[in-house]
């Protein structure tokens, strides 16, 4: 291809983005170069704008596209590619959803069958001055390496739906299935943006009896209702973490919750997820990916007495993609799901959206290319 596309680059802590031009790359053997359709702004991503995640200062080689919730067309088929991972015929102008990050296949964790573990798996590291470019979701393309996970969008499931599904839906998918939430199950789920609201719906359909959410947005909490929630707990009522776990136990009985999961992403909440748990309950960690961003205390005597436990995941697995387009599928009319993507923007007003989704102003700020 001689065309050229449009990235809008991160070159550092505090500086807007550029948005730069580069060559549209031919896909290699194996490859899938993809036609970006919808690329959203999760909360880890926030996390690296506002500087949480100091890329810099983590020795990530800028500049880089951010970016890593999206969906997108098939724009070209490498040689060798004729079907998707599932076996479905692949063409040009499909559309498909994929993995951000690419497991090794052969240190320890992925030869356990744990790819989401992968220590390769740091997908933000590649820098965008290299071919082939668009190595991230804020740009006009997107390169698939040879091989990689891919699966076709159904036609009865629309861009805005999907383009989540890359991340956030995949990740409570996977973490409610690590952490074994069961059937008749209690759940606490500390924190309703987007990972939040997915996970409510999840754990409603996994068979939880009782869904608590917290969250201190009207909004938000009006969505985690809709989405499943039996009991919302307002950090403006409960406005100390004790206040919010007395409320926590006087729902549940006194007894406190099997399941808690924590997706706010901020270190001073897991203690109070902790807190949560009943005597045999476990604790899902998925929120906080900012090393160096603080640390919680908490009283190992309280966890073993207890005999709590906690699961801290990243990433999913190889099969999550699948599962979570067929839970949209099956779900679609049951769940208002565009409602989690508020507002669009152009990729020219990514600063703008970044700034105010950082500010609440909206849930999930969709980039529509």
């Known amino acids: 291809m001689s065309e050229k596309g449009r990235a809008a680059i991160y070159t550092g802590l505090g500086k807007p983005m550029e948005i730069v031009e580069y060559p549209v790359p031919d896909p290699e053997p194996g490859a899938i170069l993809v036609k970006v359709s919808v690329a959203n702004i999760c909360g880890s991503d926030l996390h690296m704008w506002r500087g949480d995640m100091d890329l810099g200062a983590l020795g990530a080689p800028l500049p880089v596209v951010l970016g890593h919730e999206m969906t997108g067309r098939v724009a070209k088929l490498g040689a060798g590619v004729g079907t998707d991972s599932a076996g479905q015929p692949l063409k040009e102008g499909d559309r498909v959803v994929y993995p951000y990050f690419y497991p090794c296949g052969h240190c320890p964790a992925c030869l356990k ?25 804020f740009a006009d393309y997107y ?46 789920i500390q924190g309703a943006g987007g990972l939040g609201i997915y996970a409510t719906a999840v754990a409603r359909e996994m068979g939880a009896q009782r869904i608590i959410v917290i969250d201190g947005i009207d909004e938000r909490l009006g969505t985690a209702r809709d989405f499943g929630a039996d009991e919302t707990v307002d950090l403006k009522d409960f406005k100390t973490p004790m206040e919010r776990v007395l409320r926590v136990r006087e729902l549940t009985g006194g ?9 706010v992403g901020f270190p001073g909440v897991v203690q109070e997820g902790l807190d949560m748990v009943c005597n045999g309950g476990r604790l899902l960690e998925i929120g906080n990916v900012s090393p160096g961003h603080g640390t919680f205390q908490a009283d190992p005597a309280a966890l073993v007495m207890g005999s709590k436990s906690m699961f ?58």
């Open 255 to 263: 007894w406190g919750a099997d399941v808690v999961a924590e997706l």
């Open 113 to 137: 069958g744990q790819h989401a573990a992968c220590p390769m798996n740091m997908f933000f590291v590649v820098p965008c001055q290299v071919p082939p470019h668009f190595t991230g979701a």
């Open 312 to 369: 801290c995941v990243v990433m999913y697995g190889r099969d999550t993609l699948k599962k979570a387009l067929d839970f949209l599928s099956r779900t679609k009319t049951k769940y208002p799901f565009e409602r989690i993507l508020s507002r669009s923007y152009r990729l020219e007003d990514i600063d703008r959206a970044f700034a105010e989704q950082d500010k609440g102003l909206v849930s999930r700020a969709a980039i529509v290319m």
């Open 143 to 188: 390169y698939l390496r040879p091989n990689h996970t891919v699966f076709k969008v159904p036609d009865d499931l629309s861009d805005m739906m999907v383009a989540s599904v890359n991340c956030a839906l995949s990740e409570v998918i996977y973490g409610l299935e690590v952490v074994n939430l069961r059937f008749g199950e209690t759940v606490v």
